[in-house]
């Protein structure tokens, strides 16, 4: 599975969108992303995934570049409860091994 | 549904000493794991299980065992504990190998002294 890359915090006002990004600059054709979020050492929550097109579900916003080297999820009104660590995956479709690296920790202030 | 439950939620040991993590999960899903996390860092894989009967080994396995002798039930057994095997363990459960969502437990915070 590929590398990725991310910023390790990022702060946020409540109320704002909280764009965090993620480099995947090896990304093969047959990867998809996947973000996940750990709330205060809770086990991860799946977000959101995506291959090649823009995804949206009732939590976030995924947007892939063209090239798919990199990644941004978008929290359109992030919150105090939002305040997590992100962690962007990357991994073939069929694998359930789960590679997370260090993440982003979004702090979300009011 | 209780989702993926984990038992027990804290545990210390001495070194050398042995026990059972406990991992259940009643959402009849083929596919389960154990994950390790240290302190600031990512999960790590440690084993598997694509159905009952079926384990393998993941990124760092060594220490641990598995079995998976039912769909519902995974537990991560400690054979002989050591200091480096202090971390918060998560078991995931998902419906089918390469689905999209993996469901994780509360974890255990284990601490070996």
């Known amino acids: 599975d590929a590398k990725t890359t991310q910023p390790p915090s990022m702060d946020c006002a409540e109320g704002r969108a909280a764009n965090l990004p993620c480099n995947h600059s090896t990304i093969s054709g047959n990867e998809y992303v996947y973000w996940y979020r750990q709330i205060h050492s809770q086990g991860p929550q799946y977000i959101i995934h995506g291959l090649k097109n823009n995804e949206t579900n009732e939590m976030a916003s995924l947007i892939i570049t063209e090239d798919r080297k990199s990644s941004t999820l978008i929290l359109p009104h992030a919150t105090l409860r939002d305040t997590a660590v992100y962690y962007c995956i990357v991994r073939v479709a069929g694998n359930n091994d789960m590679r997370f690296g260090a993440g982003t920790r979004l702090t979300v202030k009011p | 549904n209780a989702g993926v439950t984990q038992t027990p939620k804290f545990q210390v040991l001495k070194t050398g000493q042995s026990m059972t993590l406990q991992c259940a999960q009643d959402?009849?899903?083929?596919?389960m794991s154990w994950y390790r996390q240290d302190p600031g860092m990512g999960l790590r894989l440690i084993h598997y299980?694509?159905?009952?009967?079926?384990?393998d080994q993941g990124e760092v396995p060594n220490g641990y065992n598995v079995s998976r002798s039912t769909t519902e039930d995974f537990p991560l057994r400690l054979l002989s504990a050591a200091p480096s095997q202090t971390s918060v363990y998560f078991c995931?459960?998902?419906?089918?190998?390469?689905?999209?969502?993996?469901?994780f437990g509360p974890g255990t915070r284990l601490t070996v002294t």
């Open positions: 959402m009849n899903h083929e596919y």
């Open positions: 299980s694509v159905g009952a009967g079926i384990t």
């Open positions: 995931a459960s998902t419906s089918s190998v390469g689905s999209s969502e993996q469901y």
